[in-house]
């Protein structure tokens, strides 16, 4: 590709002006950083700051093409997901980065997404959301079920997705996207030598080098893991496959009675999947991934017993239900379940409130 302004992303300078929006977009709470600095002390000083922040984000973006080395030393804390939080892989790492990283981080994103956008460079497209995925995977389920058919979906589980995006690969992801070198080079040095350390509670690790990943609760990391994954929907032959961020989901359609066949089918595009994520860097983790079979409750009946699709020699049957972005999706799409979890949180948390609204006044009662 020719590289010229009408084809390429150069990154460019910016005024103070979107240093300021940038910086104001930010929430004061931010988590500290391993400088210490926070967010709302930054958003406290713009004229005495800003001058200097523009120019050295432009300095960065444009003059050097050098992330600053101060600026990739992340604290790591670890957040619980599900089962026992006592076994690592069932909590998350993130990064607690400098505050004046993520405007830089800000900054370049905006470009990158400007191009992305106008270019229509990425197949997941701008302004969709978890609540926008569901919505389409739900409205393609009922109507299969107003056809008589079954809708088949594979909640695919990543292992360590983040922290095993091969840095080469995306870099020649993004320069066949568009990416000018100029700007590719900024890239490479924003994820090159990046140190971290693991804070649990007081205690707080040495430094150790970073070789592979993109840094989880950066601004940058979702959407590169996005351009990471941007080709993997085309990878199935028969399935059609959208992803938001790190969680793709599988889906295909079709009547109970061709269930043998299109299991074939789906094992097929699976194993595609498989051998593209292993060329790629990444591990599907068999052992949580779901699956999901939504239908009426006549057709379900009529699946055969031992119905399963199997994922690098695992079988795996389908579940009841399953969590996906947030919603609990059973097989029949009642919704029931996820009601159920919902009002019991809500309850949760009035019981909560309940015990200590004396100390509030009328007006913060309302409010909450």
Avoid at 142 to 157: G, I, N, P, R
Avoid at 286 to 310: C, I, N, S, Y
Wanted: aromatic share 6%; with cysteine.
């Amino acid at each position: 590709m020719t590289e010229n302004a009408c084809t390429a992303l150069f990154l460019r300078a910016v005024s103070r002006h979107e240093i300021f929006r940038a910086v104001m977009s930010f929430s004061s709470d931010k988590a500290l950083g391993f400088d210490k600095v926070t967010m709302s002390v930054i958003k406290d000083a713009p004229p005495c700051i800003l001058p200097v922040l523009t120019d050295i984000v432009n300095r960065s973006l444009l003059l050097s093409s050098v992330f600053s080395t101060a600026w990739k030393i992340s604290e790591v804390v670890s957040l619980p997901k599900d089962g026992d939080h006592e076994i690592p892989n069932n909590n998350r790492p993130v990064s607690l980065l400098p505050a004046a990283s993520k405007i830089c981080e800000r900054v370049a994103l905006n470009q990158l997404m400007t191009y992305m956008t106008i270019k229509k460079r990425l197949s997941n497209k701008k302004l969709h959301s978890c609540e926008t995925l569901n919505v389409m995977i739900t409205d393609k389920a009922l109507e299969a079920m107003d056809a008589k058919k079954v809708t088949l979906v594979v909640l695919l589980e990543f292992s360590k997705a983040f922290d095993s995006v091969d840095h080469a690969i995306l870099l020649a992801k993004l320069q066949a996207l568009g990416v000018s070198r100029a700007s590719s080079d900024w890239f490479k040095s924003y994820l090159s030598e990046r140190l971290q350390c693991v804070r649990i509670g007081a205690e707080t690790s040495s430094l150790r080098a970073i070789s592979h990943g993109v840094p989880q609760g950066s601004i940058l990391g979702p959407t590169l893991f996005t351009i990471y994954l941007n080709n993997i929907p085309s990878i199935p032959d028969v399935c059609s496959l959208k992803s938001y961020v790190d969680d793709p989901k599988l889906y295909l359609s079709f009547p109970v009675a061709k269930a043998s066949i299109m299991t074939q089918q789906i094992n097929k595009d699976l194993e595609k999947i498989a051998r593209w994520c292993c060329y790629n860097s990444l591990l599907i983790n068999p052992e949580k991934t779901k699956l999901l079979v939504l239908g009426t409750r006549q057709m379900l009946q009529r699946l055969p017993a031992d119905f399963h699709v199997t994922l690098l020699g695992k079988k795996v049957t389908p579940s009841p239900s399953a969590g996906d972005l947030g919603l609990q999706i059973d097989s029949t799409l009642s919704y029931d379940e996820h009601v159920t979890q919902t009002v019991s949180s809500r309850i949760g948390s009035l019981c909560q409130i309940n015990k200590v609204k004396h100390l509030f006044d009328a007006k913060t009662l309302n409010g909450l």
